[in-house]
């Protein structure tokens, strides 16, 4: 149960509308549902904006089938709009060629769009969460209070959970770019349940998709930007997460490889010393002092008899300046410009360390260079 009661995040991050220009839409309705016109009820035409949900026009329902104008603002990518009336709230999509879109409201769940096939994606995508919903509450409502079936309810509605999941994803693969893929991962089900998590690497995967998709279809556009932020920060806390659980479990578990270039080009990897002390070690060159290169210079002919090789990693940008700082070291220096290996090891600030014992497992992190007696046998 535990994707039933993880909470994502607000649903503000699902309704969202690119940069706001002068370009306008208008918007045609049609309340056909008598129990909306007993006696004036209120129409709300609402943006669902990057920073909240707004309220962009408005109109009085005085009677049905009388079609009502609300006007609201496009953009360069989709947006995300609403209708609201009595308490219920029939979303739609605006592409930034539609200027004008014509709804019916047919009850408190049931609505059409004419002439507009990502609107109408989008009506069977509520249709089929609607189902859904109602398979949920049907299950809670069937087990009822029996809380010694509790366990029995709990593997049904996941069951059911997973068979929605299965069918999202189906409809993201298709076309990560619609707008109905990104609307449908940020979606709640019935009794707050949340299908999608960032957090799971499966569902990483579509989540990445879209913003993949969105990036090159819709850059630099506000809810583009959200999206990468969004999908970035999931992937890096991920990546620390697994590497947290990677060195907890340090004993029982294999470092990260590394392979980079040394100062002649050639590829040395981390896991060529293998069997021996590694000190793993994180720079820029630029800012280490000439006590500093004595000082691994000592580390190294102290405890080289003893087993440690130096795996020195040089996040420099100038490579020219670099080579000539490494060219008479003799341990192994090799040039990571773009700090892609941060990441693999968590390196937040430099310079950085980590110790590798002869059995490979990392057995300390920033180690003190005067104190490997400690480590080292």
């Known amino acids: 149960m535990k994707c039933i009661n993880r909470i994502v995040g607000s649903l503000l991050l699902f309704s969202s509308l690119c940069a706001c220009t002068d370009n306008t839409f208008e918007v045609k309705v049609t309340v056909q549902s008598p129990q909306y016109v007993m006696e004036s009820t209120q129409l709300y035409l609402e943006c669902l904006g990057v920073g909240g949900i707004t309220v962009s026009d408005s109109a009085v329902v005085n009677s049905a089938g009388v079609p009502l104008s609300l006007e609201g603002t496009k953009s360069n990518c989709p947006s995300f709009y609403r209708l609201r009336v009595a308490n219920n709230t029939y979303p739609f999509i605006i592409e930034p060629n539609v200027s004008l879109l014509k709804m019916t409201i047919k009850d408190s769940v049931s609505f059409h769009v004419g002439n507009s096939e990502v609107n109408q994606k989008l009506v069977d995508y509520l249709a089929f969460e609607n189902s859904i919903n109602d398979s949920i509450k049907g299950e809670v409502a069937r087990f009822g209070a029996d809380v010694h079936h509790r366990d029995s309810l709990d593997a049904r509605i996941l069951s059911i959970v997973e068979m929605y999941k299965d069918s999202v994803k189906h409809i993201v693969y298709a076309n990560p770019a619609s707008p109905v893929s990104y609307f449908s991962l940020f979606r709640k089900l019935a009794y707050g349940i949340v299908p999608f998590n960032p957090a799971d690497k499966k569902d990483l995967r579509l989540y990445s998709a879209v913003a993949t998709a969105w990036h090159s279809k819709y850059k630099d556009s506000p809810r583009e930007k959200q999206l990468y932020r969004f999908v970035t920060k999931a992937r890096s806390n991920m990546k620390m997460e697994e590497f947290e659980q990677f060195f907890s479990n340090a004993a029982t578990s294999n470092f990260p490889d590394l392979t980079f270039p040394d100062a002649k080009g050639k590829y040395r ?47 420099d940008p100038d490579l020219d300046y670099w080579k000539k700082a490494v060219a008479d070291l003799p341990w192994v220096c090799v040039s990571d410009p773009n700090a892609f290996s941060a990441r693999t090891y968590n390196v937040s600030s430099l310079p950085s360390n980590y110790l590798i014992d002869k059995s490979g497992t990392i057995v300390a992190k920033n180690v003190s260079l005067d104190m490997l007696d400690a480590w080292i046998k």
């Open 269 to 315: 990897s981390l896991s060529d010393l293998k069997g021996k002390y590694i000190l793993l070690d994180f720079c820029l060159y630029s800012q280490l002092s000439p006590s500093d290169y004595l000082l691994f210079k000592n580390v190294y002919d102290c405890y080289k008899s003893k087993g440690l090789e130096i795996y020195q990693v040089s996040y």
